[in-house]
């Protein structure tokens, strides 16, 4: 049975949901706008007896989570652009050891050291990889605080289960906003053995070693074909996203986390004015829901989509992908901090219908 609902900051919301989900272990460096995550985590790791250091810059505390991830700890980091930049390598490095934990991503506007307002421009960052090498990072991308509370957990679940990074990349102004969340009086932890975690040898005639390195060619061409069998699995299995009004939608619109509620508005919007408008919503970035979007893609209602974004065009590459030319596919967006109007959107629906694509 859930509690009743609490007003909480996005951000703070993050740390009370990983604290829930069995997370004792938090490595951060401060960066606006994602800072009251790590407040929160430094006033409760002490009195739950957690583990919380302020390290001395991002590479240190994404090393930190590497080791204690590698112990079988649950463990995460937070931070926004810049500092999400510099843990790349620590990243890279957890991938390759197959190692779960979670990384918390306030996307601030870029490039650079840009602006504190909110972005989604690390859209490429989080799904292609970011680091070097062959490799993927489950990435979810909440809408509200409500969601940042599940989806938080969901994340530390998800890494157990497959032994890899889950990011929670949100933007500054869903870090920022204030909402009531009902918090579960129960989480849905999934309690996953851990054979393969460096604790010493307990009692066994061998001690596990964590690496990412493999000297021999053939055995690392063996472990990165591993890797993307695994990551084929989840592009099958954890897809995650929200579809509404496809079945007599004219143009559909594809849009997540703050822009995808501005849409919601749009659609009631346009729906007043005859426009009949959809929206496919990804939730989870990686694995992206290209499926449903080429079966939409198909319905002969559907004449056009139209992709928005805090960015100058990132997701629409994957978007188009999905699409595969079936359908013309716009793109909106704005940037430095700017959040797009719904009447900005709308007069974009307007121009498609008006420019002979709808």
Known sequence: ????????????????????????????????????????????????GGNFVQAESEVSAINMVYGAAAAGARAMTSSSSPGISLKQEGISY??????????????????????????????????????????????IAPASVQELYEMT???????????????????????????PVAFRDEEPIEKIEKPWAAVGRGGRDFHNTVTSIY???????????????????????????????????????????????????????????????????????????SKIISEVADKPNVKAFLDVELSQGQMVEDVRLAVLGKKPVHFYGRNGGNLPTQKEILDEIIKIREGGNV
């Open 94 to 139: 957890i991938a390759g050891a197959e190692l779960p934990a979670v990384v918390v991503n306030i996307v601030r506007a870029g490039p650079g050291l840009g602006g504190i307002l909110p972005a989604q421009s690390d859209y490429f960052q989080a799904v292609k990889g970011g680091g070097h090498g062959d490799y993927r990072n489950i990435v």
């Open 215 to 289: 000297i021999d060619p053939d055995d690392l061409e063996a472990k990165n074909k591993e890797l993307s069998e695994k990551y084929a699995y989840i592009q099958e299995n954890e897809v995650r996203y929200e579809e509404i009004g496809t079945d007599d939608a004219e143009v559909v619109l594809v849009a997540y986390s703050t822009c995808s509620r501005i849409c919601k508005n749009v659609i009631k919007q346009a729906a007043e004015m005859g426009i009949k408008v959809g929206m496919i919503r990804p939730i989870t970035l990686w694995p992206f829901p």
């Open 153 to 179: 957990v969901e994340a530390f679940n998800l890494a157990d289960k497959y032994r890899m990074l889950a990011m929670i990349m949100g933007d500054g102004t869903l870090g920022q906003m204030m909402e």
């Open 1 to 48: 049975m859930a509690q009743k609902r609490v007003l909480m900051k996005g951000n703070e919301v993050i740390a009370e949901a990983a604290i829930r989900a069995g997370c004792r272990n938090y490595f951060g460096y401060p960066i606006t706008p994602q800072t009251e995550v790590m407040h929160y985590m430094a006033k409760k790791m002490v009195q739950i």
